[in-house]
């Protein structure tokens, strides 16, 4: 079993490497390999779409005279599925994807929208930075404001502030005592106000006796006379009773 596999070899003592003649290879040779499509394309001949992932039998070969920072890019061959016509597709290391050379157009351009949405990513990116740097240069600016001032407060300036505060309290404190004793009234002061309402009452009650009407003072006299008219007839009749029974 040994034999067959081929393990050991036998090289005889008079063997030579350098004498073997080496096979030169072309620089752009071919190699042929099955692979995939790696992006959606449509066929120009035919109008035959062919999506992401379909199998193909492929050859690929370096170009010459082309690299990107030093990365080789590389071609590759391959036919339509529908029309067998040959399409090439190539590398395109810069926007790390691929480009189709001759033969089929890419229907789907990743690079494009990727490039659209970076725009927008940056632009979120620069309002945030913006408004971070907005945000500190006010949290900056309170913080100056903030020892300035307290460079500019001083221990004699704080006590003769206090000083002042303790005037101004003692002094509001005494005009509110003086008010509160005006406010008061005491008894003698009651008793003036109460005779002093009481003629005050007299002299309403007399003007209002003033404006009054004439009649209501001749009815009254006029019932006093009928009064004492009555009064000394009846005194007169007795009188006369008496005088009769005598006779």
Same mark, same amino acid.
């Given at each position: &079993? ?7 070899? *036998? ?7 350098? /004498? ?18 790696? +992006? ?6 035919? =109008?035959? *779409?062919?999506?992401?992932?379909? /199998? ?11 690299? *990107? ?13 529908? @029309? @067998? ?12 994807? *691929?480009?189709? %050379?001759?033969?089929?157009? @890419? ?12 725009? &927008?990513?940056?632009? !979120?990116?620069?309002? +945030?930075?913006? /408004?971070?740097?907005? $945000? ?24 003769? #502030? ?7 309290? !003692? !002094? ?5 005592? #003086? ?7 005491? =008894? ?7 005779? %002093? ?8 009650? %007399?003007?209002? $006796?003033?404006? /009054? ?20 007839? +009846?005194?007169? +009749?007795?009188?006369?009773? =008496?005088?009769? %029974?005598?006779?």
């Amino acid at each position: &079993m040994g034999e067959r596999k081929g393990l050991s070899k *036998y090289y005889p003592p008079n063997f030579d490497p350098r /004498k073997i003649p080496r096979i030169r290879k072309p620089k752009n040779q071919q190699k042929k390999f099955r692979s995939m499509v790696p +992006l959606r394309i449509r066929c120009n001949t035919c =109008g035959n *779409y062919m999506s992401e992932g379909t /199998k193909i039998n492929c050859r690929e070969e370096k170009v010459i005279g082309e690299t *990107y920072l030093g990365i080789k890019i590389h071609r590759f061959y391959f036919k339509c599925s529908q @029309c @067998c016509a040959e399409l090439i597709l190539k590398t395109d290391s810069k926007n790390s994807s *691929y480009v189709a %050379e001759t033969g089929a157009t @890419c229907v789907y351009d990743q690079h494009e929208e990727e490039k659209q949405a970076d725009v &927008m990513s940056s632009l !979120e990116k620069r309002t +945030l930075v913006s /408004k971070r740097e907005i $945000d500190v240069m006010t949290t900056l600016d309170e913080m100056k404001s903030m020892k300035s001032r307290r460079v500019s407060v001083s221990v004699d300036s704080m006590l003769e #502030a206090l000083s002042r505060r303790r005037k101004e309290e !003692e !002094e509001v404190a005494k005009e509110e005592d #003086a008010a509160l004793i005006k406010s008061i009234r005491f =008894g003698k002061q009651r008793r003036i106000v109460d005779e %002093e309402t009481e003629e005050i009452k007299k002299g309403r009650m %007399e003007a209002i $006796d003033a404006k /009054k009407p004439k009649t209501k003072k001749l009815a009254c006299i006029i019932t006093l006379k009928k009064k004492k008219t009555t009064s000394l007839g +009846l005194a007169s +009749l007795c009188d006369n009773y =008496g005088a009769d %029974e005598e006779d």
